[in-house]
C-alpha cells in the first residue's frame, strides 16, 4: 500500500501545523518576509544558489508582480527534494519567469527534463535567456498556453505516471484540475508539491 502513496508537499505548511491562523505564515524572503530576521538568518546562511539563478532572481525583482517568484528557500528545497528522489521529469505549472524551472533544471541530471507552463510570453522571453546562459535549455521544454492543455496533451501521448515532480503554482481557482491530472501524471513515489494551500481561494485550511 505504502509503494502507491503519491507524496503531497504542501510549501507553506506552517499555518496548518501551529493551527493558528493565516497571521503565523512568515512570507518569502523576498516579499513578505523580508523584515523577519530569522528568515533571513536562514537565507543568507544556508543559500547555495547558481550564479545565473542570482541574475534570474535579480531581474525578477525589477518585475512589479516579482511577490508571484518562487521564494529561493523554496526553490532550494523543491531542488534538494529533486535530488533525493533521482528525478529526472517534472512539471512546473505556472512558471512565471523560470526562477524555479531553472533550479530543478540544475539539479537534474542531463537527462533530466522539465515541463514549464506559461501563458504570458512576456515572462517567457525574460526566462529563456537564463535557461540559455546557464547551459540547461535544453531540459527545460516550456509550453506557452493554458496548463490544463499542456496536461492533457502528456496524458494523452501516454506520459501518464511516469513524471517524478510537480509544482503546482498558478491560478488558485484551477487547482483542483490541476491537482487531478496531476495525480495521473505522477509516478509512485513521486512528489506533488503545492504552493499557498493553506491560503487558498476556498478560505479554508488543508492540512498536508
Known amino acids: 500500500m505504502a509503494a502507491d502513496i503519491k507524496m503531497l508537499f504542501c510549501i507553506g505548511f506552517a499555518v496548518v501545523l501551529t493551527g493558528v491562523g493565516k497571521s503565523a505564515f512568515i512570507g518569502k524572503s523576498h516579499s513578505a518576509g523580508r523584515d523577519n530576521a530569522v528568515l533571513q538568518y536562514?537565507?543568507?546562511?544556508?543559500?547555495?544558489?547558481?550564479?545565473?539563478?542570482?541574475?534570474?532572481?535579480?531581474?525578477?525583482?525589477?518585475?512589479?508582480?516579482?511577490?508571484?517568484?518562487?521564494a529561493i528557500e523554496q526553490a532550494q528545497l523543491m531542488a534538494n527534494l529533486i535530488r533525493l528522489i533521482n528525478a529526472t521529469k517534472a512539471i512546473e505549472i505556472g512558471m512565471y519567469t523560470g526562477y524555479n524551472a531553472l533550479s530543478m533544471a540544475l539539479a537534474m541530471p542531463e537527462n533530466g527534463h522539465v515541463v514549464a507552463c506559461e501563458t504570458e510570453v512576456i515572462y517567457v522571453?525574460?526566462?529563456?535567456?537564463?535557461?540559455?546562459?546557464?547551459?540547461v535549455e535544453n531540459k527545460i521544454n516550456v509550453q506557452l498556453q493554458i496548463a490544463m492543455k499542456t496536461l492533457n496533451e502528456l496524458i494523452a501521448n501516454?506520459?501518464?505516471g511516469t513524471y517524478d515532480f510537480v509544482f503546482i503554482d498558478a491560478d488558485k481557482v484551477n487547482y483542483d484540475g490541476y491537482y487531478e491530472k496531476s495525480l495521473e501524471l505522477i509516478r509512485k513515489g513521486g512528489i506533488i508539491a503545492i504552493d499557498n494551500v493553506s491560503t487558498s481561494h476556498t478560505g479554508r485550511l488543508s492540512i498536508c
Not at 543568507?44 to 512589479?64: C, G, I, P, Q, W
Not at 522571453?125 to 547551459?135: H, N, Q, S, T, V
Open 42 to 70: 536562514v537565507v543568507n546562511n544556508s543559500m547555495r544558489e547558481h550564479a545565473v539563478l542570482t541574475k534570474l532572481r535579480l531581474r525578477t525583482l525589477e518585475d512589479k508582480w516579482n511577490r508571484m517568484m518562487v
Open 158 to 160: 501516454g506520459e501518464a
Open 125 to 135: 522571453d525574460i526566462a529563456k535567456p537564463f535557461f540559455i546562459e546557464a547551459g
